[in-house]
């Protein structure tokens, strides 16, 4: 590598501190509790870590996609930090593609979080009182739905092929969790939650119930 890609990557403490500051801001909307939910906890870890690593750290997407494509690979220095964006080496666009992918993405990011923290103000303020109005009228698990937004703004902003197998599989691991715990709801509840089921989506409001 040159100097400047050297620069690039490398800066673990960058690393550290985003993988840090995205796990402390999911562990407080979401608070796990039960064993299941810190197993599901450290997927959600694991995702971000594999990502920033290589957003950072170590370009392993970049090296295997130019091992593989060698002089079809499109960018003339695929190990600058630029063009570790895939959308922009891939596509072109340059700093003003690369700056439209960081709007969209951070923008979700800060959606995400955001319907996360509602969803959490409105379970802690509610005690043992089922919740169902708010964002809760629109999706059974909203704060699942925040993190998803989480999820694919950062996938948006920087794909890597860890990343593309992670965030299918943490997805389901999501939704096997949330079965789990509308069973324990339906013990709490009863025919109170059963009703508000069949009226309220999942994840998506306005989709499948």
């Known amino acids: 590598m040159h100097g400047e890609n050297i620069q690039a990557y490398g800066l673990w403490s960058l690393v550290i501190m985003n993988v840090a500051l995205f796990v ?12 299941r939910e810190w197993r599901t906890m450290g997927v959600t870890t694991a995702f971000f870590v594999a990502l920033f690593t290589e957003m ?54 800060v959606i995400g979080f955001f319907v996360m923290w509602k969803g959490w103000r409105l379970i ?34 920087w794909p890597t092929i860890i990343t593309v197998v992670m965030a299918p599989f943490l997805i389901l691991i999501y939704y096997r969790l949330s079965r789990k715990e509308e069973k324990d709801m339906i013990e709490n509840f009863g ?10 989506p999942m994840f998506i409001p306005g989709f499948v119930k």
């Open 56 to 109: 950072y750290g170590f370009p392993l997407t970049v090296y295997i996609l130019t091992s593989s494509l060698g002089a079809k690979y499109p960018a003339l220095d695929p190990f600058s930090h630029a063009n570790g964006h895939l959308w922009v080496a891939f596509f072109g666009g340059g700093e003003t593609m690369m700056n439209i992918i960081h709007l969209i993405s951070n923008g979700m990011v």
């Open 124 to 157: 802690h303020s509610a005690g043992d009182e089922l919740v169902i109005s708010g964002l809760y009228s629109y999706a059974r698990h909203p704060q699942y739905t925040g993190l998803f937004i989480v999820i694919a703004g950062m996938f948006i902003q």
């Open 24 to 35: 402390f801001f999911i562990l407080s909307f979401l608070a796990p509790i039960k064993k």
């Open 191 to 200: 025919d109170e939650y059963r009703e508000y089921m069949k009226r309220t």
